[in-house]
C-alpha cells in the first residue's frame, strides 16, 4: 500500500506512515526541508520528493492513503480547486484523505473568502469548520472530522493542540 504525505516537512508523518506499512513519499516545496527528511530518514519505504504538489504529477500516482498535516490552511481560496483535483488526481478509488487544519475560531483568519482576496493575505492561515471541510471536499465521502484533543497515556510522541481539526475522507469509488 503506498501513501503520500502532502507538504511533508521534515518528513515526521511520513516517516510515522512508512513504521505502519506504507511504501511512504513525502513532498514538499522546500529544498531545506526535504534534504533534513532524507537525512533523518531510517525507513526504507520513505521517500522524500522537493515538488509542488499542486502543479506536478506525484510519481505512483495511485495512493491508498493521502495526508495533509499543514499545507491546505495556508492556501488561498482560489488555490482550493487546483488542490481538489491534484488530490482527486493521485488519491485511489475507495482510497482515504486525511487533512489537519486550523480549526475556525481557535486558529487562523476567519475572514470570508473575497475579503481575504482582496487583501491579498491570509492573516497566518485560515480556519476551518466541520462544515466547510466537507463543503470543500464533497466529492470524498466524511468517514470523520473533529478537533483534535491532548492524547492520554501515549507511548508515541504525538503533536495535538486544541486548535487543530482533524478530518478523514474516504474516495468514492
Known sequence: MAALDIGCGLGRNTRWLARQGYHATGV????????????CATETDATFLEGDFLREAMPGSSFDVVYDSGCFHHLPPHRRLTYIQAVMTCLKPGGLFGICTFTAGKMGSDADDLTLLRQGELEGGIGYSA?????????????????????????EPAFTMDFLRASLFRRRL
Open 28 to 39: 514538499d516545496l522546500s529544498a531545506l526541508a526535504i534534504a533534513q527528511a532524507r537525512n
Open 131 to 155: 462544515d466547510d471541510l466537507e463543503d470543500i471536499f464533497c466529492d470524498l465521502e466524511p468517514l470523520d472530522n473533529r478537533p483534535l484533543r491532548p492524547l492520554q497515556d501515549s507511548s
